[in-house]
């Protein structure tokens, strides 16, 4: 944010000026007590287990230098010269005060939203544009109705270009951060089983994903993924230049001679428009690929030369939660905790089983936000994994029984399933088991916190290794 000050924000925001002078600039907003930092401004969010009011005797102390607020107050009774800011809805005046500080820095903007993917395509298509640019981008997944507009409010006069993801868990939802956000190209990764709870169809969900196209107009871009049907689909609502990526079927951008090699990453030969360049992508799985084409085929679109391409491409480490390996004494733990839905678990297990010489063990949570076919859904992914031919599964969570359960039905011996209520005990039972050779698997919703069964094999090899 490059120093709004109190008139611009009252003017956005249709609010009203209850104390304080009208010139003041903050540096930056912050909606979080415990983090602000002196001088900045802090919006009061409720939240649905909180309300940002209760705290701002707690921000005054810290050093907040202005208050946003829609807690009906009429006075304010603080330090002299402290700008108290009024507002109907403080979550609606925080979006409209994005979408005014988007509309003041005009720079290109990418918008990302898919099924699986979204984050680390983010991430790859800045490491890309950075070669160029100074680029604005979400931090982790801050890509809600809250943290789009937070990010949009970090747009200043440096930045050349941005790369915002969409995340959504109801139909409108990305329609409304469109609006906020303004994009030049849309990029749709995939559309599969994700938040079925709120949308109940992944029809519903081809829907809520294609409001990103609706929002592009004829002058905009699009980047569709051509091995996907359900995103093709939507290629018949594009206003603009559509550019395909893909694997296994004809696109603009291309993968081939494809190869996965532990202590390396994805090899591949990346192919745009009559040319070729080898990448080593120093991340693993199909499924990584999809999201490095992904991106290259927005910055390819943009004008990047494949050599830029390959340059931002190689320049990307990974991201912590997402298919983080950790070697330690012979023990590979593949950290892909951070979240799950049923094609991010397969394409998991897939890349677990490419890359594995010795054993491999599936620890895997509960995937939440199914609906009425989770049950099913379960069951299904302990067949899968039975048929890619796991060792052992390991199953936290009441959901997750049922891939115990859909595992042992479809074949697999019943002594190399397990199941346990808690993530503690988990970790136990397989502090105990874990030996040379293994590759472990840890994947699971958000909610379940798989990443301390995650941390708590590394900690426990790594006092092993130390003796």
């Keep these: 944010m490059s120093g709004l000050s109190v008139d611009e924000i009252v003017r956005a925001t249709d609010g009203e000026l209850l104390g304080g002078a009208r010139d003041i600039e903050f540096p930056a907003i912050s909606i979080d007590s415990r983090k602000i930092q002196p001088g900045e401004l802090f919006w009061a969010i409720r939240g649905e287990h909180f309300n940002g009011n209760d705290f701002i005797p707690e921000v005054l102390k810290k050093g907040a230098a202005g208050l946003v607020t829609d807690n009906g107050l009429t006075s304010f009774k603080g330090p002299e010269n402290i700008p108290l800011i009024k507002v109907a809805s403080s979550l609606t005046a925080l979006q409209q005060l994005a979408t005014y500080n988007r509309r003041k820095h ?53 930045h050349e270009a941005a790369v915002i993801e969409m995340g959504m868990n109801k139909a409108g939802e990305i329609r409304e ?19 079925l709870e709120g949308l109940g169809t992944v029809e519903n969900i081809k829907r ?9 107009n004829d002058e905009d871009q699009v980047v569709l993924n051509a091995d996907d049907d359900s ?9 603009g230049k559509v550019t395909t990526f893909g694997i296994e079927n004809d696109a603009h951008i291309m993968a081939g001679e494809v190869e996965i090699e532990w202590g390396k990453g994805t090899l591949f030969i990346l192919y745009a428009g009559g040319s070729s360049i080898p990448v080593l992508l120093p991340i693993y799985g199909i499924h990584q690929l999809y999201n490095a084409l992904a991106a290259s085929a927005a910055a390819y679109t943009l004008g990047f030369s494949l050599k830029e391409i390959r340059e931002g491409l190689e320049a990307y480490n990974g991201y912590s939660g997402r298919m983080e390996i950790i070697h330690i004494l012979g023990v590979a733990v593949i950290n892909d905790s ?8 397969r394409y998991a297990i897939e890349t677990m089983k490419k890359l594995a010489e010795g054993r491999t063990i599936a620890v895997l949570g509960d995937m939440l936000e199914l609906g009425e076919k989770e049950e099913k859904i379960h069951s299904d992914m302990g067949c899968f994994a039975h048929e890619k031919g796991l060792d052992c599964i390991v199953t936290v969570g009441s959901r997750a029984r049922k891939i115990a359960s859909g595992a ?20 136990n039972y397989l502090k105990g088991e874990i030996s040379e050779g293994d ?27 130390t003796g």
């Design 408 to 427: 042992i039905e479809s074949g697999m011996d019943g002594n190399r399933v397990l199941s346990f209520d808690s993530t503690t005990d988990a970790a």
């Design 338 to 345: 951070y979240n799950a839905n049923p094609p991010s678990v």
């Design 177 to 195: 951060l469109a609006a906020m956000a303004r994009p030049n190209l849309g990029i749709i990764t995939n559309i599969g089983e994700a938040h």
């Design 106 to 158: 005009p720079v290109p903007l990418i918008a990302i939203t898919g099924s699986n993917g979204k984050t680390t395509t983010k991430e790859i298509v800045a490491s890309i544009l950075e070669r160029k640019y100074e680029v604005l981008k979400n931090e982790g997944n801050l890509n809600n109705l809250i943290g789009v507009p937070l990010t949009l409010l970090r747009l200043h006069t440096d």
């Design 231 to 239: 995103v093709m689909e939507l290629q018949a609502y594009a206003k």
């Design 208 to 216: 809520a994903k294609g409001e990103l196209i609706e929002a592009l």
């Design 439 to 465: 590759w472990i698997l840890v994947k699971g919703s958000r909610g379940m916190k798989m990443e301390t069964i995650a941390s708590q094999l590394i900690d426990h090899l790594k006092m092993k290794e």
